[in-house]
């Protein structure tokens, strides 16, 4: 499928979308303007990295932590989300896409979480690509989640390894993220992936995330194929992973 000249291509690519905000006040908009031009962005960029072979995308679209936000501007995030829904996942599911949410959920108008379920039940079978939406995710919560899970299903420390603790988180059944990309200059995770990116490659930019076009993308796969992954170990490995402990 890959027409790729770079190589390695990453198996999974996920996207801290940063810089809405910046971008709207730079042009004198609202922020929430921000946020409609990057989820207008959406589309190009998972069709570059389509097109050079990734097979798993995950985008991070509101954090556990975004509620701090004023009220209209989460209101309008949400409007968003649910419009995106709407508009786009038939879409996906025409191109093979197999959608996901990862977050919370129960915080989501009914409304909202019967779109969501609807679009996560109609595209479970696609096998061309993995598009994963973090939304009312923090990486906290989601190991918490999954703690209090395994332990409401009564299984015995010694049963408790990191596969099963995999099983148990949002993501469970996606491969880790082998690059986590942030726009919008700041150098951190805001609590994203913390479990699954104990070995992700990190590229940040200061571009704004409705600016992220393909040749940036291509500039991050770029460094990306240039990077050295040894996890832990002394030689260069590729798409394999950490071995697992425990
Ligand atoms: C990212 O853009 C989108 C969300 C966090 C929902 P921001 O809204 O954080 O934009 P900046 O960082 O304020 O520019
Ligand atoms: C991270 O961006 C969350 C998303 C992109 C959804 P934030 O703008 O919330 O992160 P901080 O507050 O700068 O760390
Ligand atoms: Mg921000």
New binding site residues.
Partial sequence: MSESKIAPIPNHVAII???????AEQRGLP?VA??RA?TENIRQVIRCLAEHGVHYITLF???TE?WNRPASEVKG?FRILGRAIDRETNIFHEHGVRLFLLGRVDRLSDRLQRKVKHAIELTKDNTDMTLSVAFDYGGRAEILDAVKRIIQDGIPPQDIDESLLNSYLYTAGLPDPDLIIRT?GEMRLSNFLLWQSAYSEYYATPT??PDFGSEEIERALVAYAQRERRFGGLEAQRETGPRPQG
């Avoid at 979308?17 to 971008?23: A, I």
Wanted: hydrophobic letters at 35%; aromatic letters at 22%.
């Fill in positions: 979308m940063d810089g809405n905000g910046r971008w922020r921000g946020h990057g679209a509101f954090s975004n995030l919008g704004f995330w």
